[in-house]
């Protein structure tokens, strides 16, 4: 075994010797080139040039803050921001709404007014809404964005609770807050 190991490390790799069997003759010299060619044009053509392009990305709808409580006839603004995980600029984005207790109506500031569960094309990711209470009862409804990709829409649903007229703060107690004893810094 040894002698044998002995043999192959005392004899010089050349380019000639390991492409030995493709060197002998011209016709399988040809074939060997055919062989590598066709190889690696299998290959490289293999890849593919089309370009993976992402369209759907999840979002999400930041929504401001807003007032709780409602009389009849008062509005409340809604401010939404829609921010995707990524960006496609052939995103289209709409909304609709579905009231389900009270009585208002909704509108896009300007935009038009919304029709309880019809969809409404959205121009851009910050929009306003203004909700307009036609009855002093509680008011309950649904809004959902929705993107052109049919991905998971965004739902909230927004509760306003009545308030009469005489009700001045919106029914929240405000007690000041009490610093403790104040004690005087002493020199």
């Known amino acids: 075994m040894t002698t044998i190991l002995n043999k192959i490390g005392a004899m010089r790799l050349t380019p000639a010797r390991f492409f030995g069997f493709f060197l002998r003759s011209t016709t399988k010299a040809l074939c060997g080139y055919w062989a ?11 890849c ?11 979002f ?10 409602i009389t009849k006839g008062q ?3 809604l401010r939404f921001e829609i921010q995707p ?3 496609y600029t052939n995103t289209l984005y709409t909304i609709r709404y579905f009231q389900y207790d009270g009585e208002g109506t909704l509108k896009l500031v300007d935009g038009p007014v919304l029709v309880n569960n019809d969809r409404v094309l959205l121009e851009s990711k910050t929009f306003r809404l203004n909700y307009t209470a036609k009855s002093s009862d509680a008011h309950k409804f649904l809004v959902v964005v929705e993107d052109n990709f ?12 009545g308030k009469s007229e005489s009700d ?20």
């Not at 590598?36 to 053509?45: D, K």
């Not at 593919?48 to 999840?58: A, E, F, G, H, K």
């Not at 029914?171 to 000041?176: A, D, H, K, L, V």
């Not at 807050?177 to 810094?185: A, Q, R, Y």
């Open 150 to 161: 049919g991905s998971t829409p965004w739902e909230q649903t927004f509760e306003f609770n």
């Open 60 to 69: 999400t709808v930041e929504v401001m803050p807003f007032a709780e409580k």
């Open 168 to 187: 001045d703060n919106g029914g929240i107690t405000i007690q000041p807050v009490n610093p403790g004893t104040l004690t005087p810094i002493s020199r």
């Open 36 to 46: 590598t060619l066709f190889a690696l044009v299998f290959t490289l053509s293999s």
């Open 75 to 77: 509005i409340v603004e």
């Open 85 to 87: 995980e990524g960006n």
């Open 48 to 58: 593919s040039d089309d370009l993976d392009v992402q369209q759907s990305y999840p």
